[in-house]
């Protein structure tokens, strides 16, 4: 059965560094998203990407976010200059057409440790 | 900002029992919904979605709307302890999906 994947699973990086999060959505599907989730915390709405620009996106995804879709499998977020507060899970999502054209498939996630 | 809220629980049920499930939502104009399962460490996993008021059923799930009241809920029947998870609410917004904060269910043996 087709599924989101998300490299790496875990990333560690300084404050201040920038890293690079990565996502292969499913391979029909047109919609991609990001969110993220603060330990404890409720999932939260980042960003979302459909025909190759971003279609809505969040306060909380400010100048230090970035997304692009570098060919036609992956599809990436970047932050920038990491602050300690953006240690979460990082959980990529796509959705296709048809029928279930609603229904988000997320993927394992990425954690994210900010030190 | 559009909100959906759930009691956080724990819900605690016996083994075999009906689990309920419950969730608001603030845009009356709000037309897709979703119930998803968490467990602890994993991401959120699609259980099931209702457009329309009424019943949707799957296995042992049954999804319930209520456009009016702005309700929607889930039934998990014949509760298994694999069941105890957090069960998140989403409700579509534009392209965005907004979560609930879950409600951990604990079915205990």
């Known amino acids: 059965e087709p599924e989101v994947t998300q490299t790496p699973s875990h990333q560690v990086t300084q404050m201040g560094q920038e890293v690079i999060l990565r996502c292969v959505p499913i391979?029909?599907?047109?919609?991609f998203y990001w969110y993220r989730q603060i330990l404890g915390q409720k999932v939260e709405f980042l960003v979302s990407?459909?025909?190759?620009?971003?279609?809505?996106k969040s306060e909380i995804f400010d100048d230090q976010f970035s997304v692009e879709r570098p060919d036609g499998s992956n599809f990436t977020l970047k932050i920038r200059s990491t602050k300690l507060e953006d240690s979460a899970m990082y959980f990529c999502a796509s959705r296709g057409t048809g029928t279930s054209v609603y229904e988000q498939y997320f993927g394992p996630g990425t954690r994210l440790t900010v030190t | 900002q559009k909100e959906v809220e759930q009691n956080s629980g724990p819900l605690s049920v016996p083994e075999g029992a009906i689990a309920s499930l419950n969730c608001t939502y603030s845009d009356r104009g709000s037309q897709s919904f979703f119930w998803y399962r968490q467990y602890s460490g994993k991401s959120p996993e699609l259980i099931m979605s209702i457009y329309s008021n009424g019943d949707k059923e799957d296995g042992r799930f049954t999804a319930q709307l209520n456009k009016a009241s702005q309700y929607v809920s889930l039934l998990i029947r014949d509760s298994q302890p694999s069941d105890s998870a957090t069960y998140l609410c989403a409700v579509k917004d534009g392209q965005n999906f907004v979560f609930g904060p879950g409600t951990r269910l604990s079915v205990l043996p």
């Open positions: 990407f459909y025909n190759n620009e971003i279609s809505e």
């Open positions: 391979s029909n599907h047109l919609y």
